[in-house]
């Protein structure tokens, strides 16, 4: 492992310890089935162990261990996380996963595997509002080359941006706001214990990028 790559195993543990915090939470907010606290810590602990696993391999194939066990999973929210997963070993194929490149890793994982458009090394993909919220959101920590705001779908950006506002008017703070716009613009969104449960991972991936950045 080169000095700049992230390990993963610890980066994904994090959202295991703050998902256990809020696991009760999360399960009252689960109103059909009163488990998905539960379900989500089971699939983190998953990638987790999958990647500590491969801990020898490629970091892609690392992804793609994970993806394979969560796949097997009946829980939606694991198939969909197993789906970006997916998506996130192809795009990383030959190149591991350093600082610079962080954030697309965390946009794939969100995506649920929506179809994104092609990211070069070393920035995050435009496509949706998620990967330049990403990089706001993150104080700009990768960069990301101005052609990309081109690949920005003005709808997603509009649902992004009203969420915002949303947020704000209610009285979330800056940050807040923009997680609950970056999880608008995902394929968490359409369900509400998911997309909370959504928010609290995507906060705890940034946090640990921002300190990455500092």
């Known amino acids: ?6 390990d993963l195993g610890p980066l994904f543990s994090q959202v295991v310890k703050s998902l256990a915090q809020q696991q009760t939470q999360l399960n009252k907010a689960d109103t059909q089935n009163h488990d998905h606290g539960d379900n989500m810590v089971e699939v983190f602990k998953l990638i987790t162990q999958a990647v500590e696993q491969k801990q020898s391999s490629p970091q892609a194939a690392q992804l793609d261990y994970a993806a394979q066990l969560l796949s097997q999973k009946n829980s939606g929210s694991a198939q969909l996380y197993a789906k970006g ?10 190149r591991e996963i350093d600082p610079n490149n962080i954030l697309q890793l965390i946009q794939l994982l969100m995506g649920g595997g929506q179809a994104q458009a092609p990211a070069s090394a070393g920035s995050v993909s435009g496509a949706g509002a998620l990967g330049s919220l990403l990089t706001q959101l993150a104080g700009g920590q990768t960069a990301a080359s101005g052609a990309d705001d081109d690949k920005i779908n ?13 947020a ?23 369900t509400p214990h998911r997309a909370q449960s959504s928010e609290l991972v995507l906060k705890t991936l940034l946090d640990v990028v921002g300190n990455l950045s500092k």
């Open 1 to 6: 492992m080169s000095n700049n790559q992230i």
């Open 85 to 94: 997963l997916q998506q996130a070993a192809r795009q990383f194929q030959g």
């Open 154 to 166: 003005m709808q997603d950006l509009i649902n992004a941006g009203l969420t915002y506002m949303n």
């Open 168 to 190: 704000k008017n209610q009285g979330a703070t800056t940050g807040e706001a923009l997680i609950k716009a970056l999880v608008a613009d995902s394929a968490m969104a359409p």
